[in-house]
């Protein structure tokens, strides 16, 4: 259960230091677009929950998430979505685009999406953050904070196959601020041992002149 956790919390695990910490309450509060990568298991749920514990009580916040895993027991204002699976006995799917689309049409000063998995998501999502919603939270499996940004867009890419890589980028660069990436240490055993940020980079809102993403690596 990853509720529980403040990021002073994290700090006091050893996933960061106290510099860290101050730049991670500074993107909260100014409002950045923030995606969170790494592996299964190296903690980007726990990060997040900890990061959206930091929105002011009295923003309207929307909560996309298949399992209902983040829970911000403190906010008044939480609209909480969960996607449902088609079964055999009720063929009313509700996916995580449906609930995207849905989002836009509702009040909300921040738009939470427990992960991006597929295609749909992740353009609609880039949708949703390239429409005011600042502040906003993702997480997404991926090996480097670089390597999230390709994958947002190669699956921005399926979903609309008619647009070229530079027109996507350009969407990708003023959608999303901030890539943490988490990184997962292990015994020789090939077990968890800890779960560190290994990688912060802000993304400049427009490409560079080789046609790729102007980055900032902050740590």
Request: with cysteine; charged share 25%; net charge neutral.
């Amino acid at each position: 259960n990853c509720q529980g956790f403040t990021l002073e919390d994290l700090m006091g695990l050893g996933k960061f230091g106290a510099e860290m910490l101050k730049m991670l309450k500074n993107f909260v509060d100014s409002r950045k677009n923030i995606i969170i990568a790494g592996s299964m298991g190296s903690g980007k749920t726990t990060l997040l929950n900890s990061l959206a514990m930091l929105i002011p009580e009295n923003e309207i916040i929307s909560l996309i998430q298949d399992l209902p895993e983040i829970k911000l027991a403190s906010h008044k204002y939480l609209r909480m979505l969960t996607t449902r699976p088609k079964t055999r006995e009720i063929d009313f799917e509700i996916n995580q685009e449906k609930l995207l689309f849905e989002t836009l049409r509702m009040k909300a000063d921040r738009i939470i999406v427990g992960e991006v998995r597929d295609s749909t998501a992740a353009y609609q999502m880039l949708q949703a953050l390239n429409t005011g919603h600042r502040g906003s939270f993702s997480t997404i499996h991926a090996d480097s904070a670089y390597d999230a940004l390709l994958r947002i867009e190669m699956l921005a890419m399926e979903y609309r196959p008619n647009l070229v890589s530079s027109i996507v980028k350009k969407i990708v660069s003023r959608a999303i601020d901030i890539v943490i990436f988490l990184e997962t240490e292990k015994d020789s055993f090939m077990n968890i041992t800890g779960r560190k940020i290994k990688e912060i980079i802000e993304v400049k809102s427009s490409i560079d002149g080789r046609g790729d993403y102007s980055l900032n690596h902050l740590y």
